[in-house]
Every structure is written in structure tokens, then in C-alpha cells.
């Protein structure tokens, strides 16, 4: 759902990678970042259980019965089922089975033979062979083709629990959570501390994406910038504010916006790439 939505809205409000490099209390746009938004469910700021480097991120400890010699399913580099090998695609191991039943499967990029996956637990009666996060009932960490972490998220019966950590260069960038109409989006800096943060919404009758809402940050958590949008999602205007919360004028306005919007196109563009399948 995730992938499909944001390959929407790139188009939809025409922020792409080409257009450069790379909801706290909007009544009073001074406030610090907090838990009251919709958006929040934890202040990032005092989130210890946040893990910002990838280094960090524990392994995954499952309890299961190793299979006597594991099976192993294939796939092309899109992600569908082959009966062979298939040059860059994928590969997935088939290592045992949980004290109920579910099976405990790990996937391999077909070129290294390197973690594609760390090991995971599948839904009872969940096809082995199946692609698709629909079948996921353990947290799973993703790698990219160098063994770094690319996102780490926690399934059960086959639906997201809480926000899925998306990394780079092992550093927290960005976290993605489904809701009932699309999706929302916080992102990172490398100094820890929250910079942006987005709600996606999807027409579930005609599949159009729309902005609901996008903040920007100061350093000291305080609103940056908010960007208005109208009724179908456009990006109408933008509201920007200094480091204590005053309004800038008009020049500085459309000069920081310019840059804030950049950045979101770039990451936006990246995202598809950075996570895994």
C-alpha cells in the first residue's frame, strides 16, 4: 500500500527527485513539537524507545524448530515466483517452523547471497512462497545488496504495527505508518531530531492521493513552515515562522519554502528505492 500511494502523490502534487537535491498544534505554530496531534502518538524528542542508528537495531530472536534441510523458493528481481534462479533476483530459505505451526523463512539477494531479510515469522497457512508484507506475523529487518539496514517493522497477521523505521547511510531518515486513508510520514536529521511530517490520504473510490497535511521543523522543534493544501489535496500556500515563532516576510517566506519543498521532493523520490520490496 505504501509504495503504490506515494508513486501517486509524487505525481499528484508533482514533487519529483528532478526538482532538486537532497501536526503539532498548527492553531499556534510557535508550540514545540508534542503528542497532542493527531499525527503523534509519542514526542519524538523524548522517545527513548526510538533507534536512530541502524547499528543499533537489535536482531531479531525467534523460537522455532529448524527444519532437517531448509527449502528454497525463487524470484525474479520484481519480487514474482520462479521455478529457477534468476540473475539479481532473490531467493528464500525456508529455515523451520514455530511451536504453532507458522513457518520461519529468510530472504537472500540471488547475486551475493547476502541477507535480504532477517529471519521472520509467516501467518498460519500463509503460502511460503508468498512476496508480499500481506503474510508477515514477526518484525522483520530489511537489507539492502551491502548488508546495511534499510527498514525495520513490526507484522502481525499480516498488518503494520506502529511505524516502520526507514534508514540510510544508518541513520534514521524517516518513519511511515499506515492509517485508514493513506499513510503518515515523519522524517529525520542526523542530529536526532524531527524535521518534518506529512499525512497522505487516498480516495479509496477513485485512488487519487492527496497532501493532508505538511509541517517542517526548526532545530529547537518549533513550526518552520506549514503548507496549506485545499480540498483536493493541492498545495495551496504556506504559512513560515523564525526560530521564536514570528511570521517572516514574504521574500524569506518563498525562500525557505522553495528549500523545505526541495528537500521533501528528494526524499519523497528516494523512498521508493530505500525500502525494501
Not at 93 to 121: C, E, H, M, N, W
Not at 167 to 183: P, S
Not at 251 to 258: G, M, P, R, V, W
Request: hydrophobic share 35%.
Amino acid at each position: 500500500m505504501i509504495k503504490s500511494i506515494l508513486t501517486l502523490l509524487l505525481v499528484s502534487i508533482g514533487l519529483t527527485a528532478c526538482d532538486g537535491t537532497p501536526k503539532p498544534n498548527t492553531a499556534n505554530p510557535s508550540a514545540v513539537a508534542s503528542v497532542s496531534g493527531s499525527l503523534n502518538d509519542g514526542n519524538p524528542y523524548q522517545d527513548k524507545t526510538l533507534t536512530f542508528a541502524a547499528q543499533d537495531v537489535a536482531p531479531n530472536q525467534l523460537d522455532y524448530i529448524a527444519a532437517s534441510a531448509p527449502t528454497t523458493f525463487y524470484y525474479t528481481p520484481q519480487g514474482e515466483p520462479s521455478p529457477t534462479q534468476v540473475e539479481n533476483g532473490y531467493y528464500r530459505q525456508i529455515l523451520g517452523k514455530t511451536s504453532d505451526g507458522r513457518s520461519v523463512v529468510q530472504d537472500f539477494y540471488q547475486a551475493t547471497q547476502k541477507p535480504q531479510t532477517s529471519p521472520f515469522i509467516l501467518m498460519v497457512n500463509a503460502s511460503e512462497q508468498s512476496f508480499d508484507k500481506s503474510v508477515l506475523d514477526s518484525r522483520v529487518i530489511w537489507y539492502d545488496g551491502q548488508g546495511e539496514i534499510t527498514s525495520v517493522g513490526e507484522f502481525s497477521n499480516g498488518v503494520q504495527q506502529g511505524w516502520l523505521n526507514v534508514y540510510e547511510f544508518n541513520q534514521l531518515i524517516m518513519q511511515l505508518r499506515d492509517h485508514d486513508k493513506g499513510i503518515d510520514i515523519r522524517y529525520f536529521v542526523p542530529s536526532e531530531q524531527l524535521w518534518g511530517e506529512a499525512r497522505l490520504q487516498e480516495n479509496l473510490n477513485t485512488g487519487a492521493v492527496s497532501l493532508a497535511n505538511l509541517t517542517f521543523y526548526h532545530g529547537n522543534g518549533k513550526v518552520l513552515s506549514e503548507v496549506k493544501v485545499d480540498e483536493s489535496g493541492k498545495p495551496t500556500g504556506v504559512n513560515t515562522y523564525d526560530i521564536n515563532g514570528q511570521r517572516v516576510d514574504a521574500k524569506q517566506n518563498a525562500t525557505l519554502n522553495e528549500t523545505m519543498l526541495r528537500r521533501f521532493a528528494v526524499l519523497m523520490g528516494k523512498l521508493p528505492q530505500l525500502m525494501a520490496r
